[in-house]
């Protein structure tokens, strides 16, 4: 039973251009999304959050959208860059302090 | 500052045999997470301790997989016997006692592979 579900496993943007990740969840309990980052042989990173009172949270070049109604969110980067060619994890939870279910992942490539 | 430190980093063995993974948190994490990572699916957690205590341990498979925190530092988590499926990455992470999601910072993980 996935709860949280990214359907693309993986995705290409030309460099400058919008990459757009996209992230569905099943439980109307959640209320607290984050993205993280993972480099191949690395741990996951913290990328961004957004509780469910928002429904747009942006830092720098990355936007996550929240469509509560859909229990659909979307990570914008803009301009993509090459360095952010990783795997994409979406998580949620029903509060921060919560424990998170994470989606599978999507991997993607900036190509220069 | 230095991250939260794993190893081995990398580990094969043959099933029904054991093994141990080890974790270093980042100093002054109270809170200490193991997380198991199959190949096409996100991390899922295993175990939470805050200090030396469990917090969540509902999707540890109690019969083959232990972890202990003994001084409320580092972590071993030991499999025994191992299976085919338990071939994941093993990810620690740890975070503040009162940081939310967004404080958790992660090891670089343990490839384990099972023969």
Known sequence: DQQVKQNSPSL??????ISILNCDYTN???DYFLWYKKYPAEGPTFLISISSIKDKNEDGRFTVFLNKSAKH????????QPGDSAVYFCAAGETSYDKVIFGPGTSLSVIP | EAGVAQSPRY???EKRQSVAFWCNPISGHATLYW?????????????????????DDSQLPKDRFSAERLKGVDSTLK???AKLEDSA????????LAGGRETQYFGPGTRLLVL
């Open chain 2, 89 to 96: 990455v093993y990810l620690c992470a740890s975070s503040p």
């Open chain 1, 12 to 17: 290409s943007v030309q460099e400058g251009r």
């Open chain 2, 79 to 81: 499999i025994q016997p």
């Open chain 2, 35 to 55: 997380y198991q990572q199959i190949l096409g699916q996100g991390p899922k957690l295993l175990i939470q301790f805050q200090n030396n205590g469990v917090v």
């Open chain 2, 11 to 13: 580990k094969i063995i």
């Open chain 1, 28 to 30: 109307s309990m959640f």
């Open chain 1, 73 to 80: 969110l979307s990570l914008h980067i803009v301009p993509s």
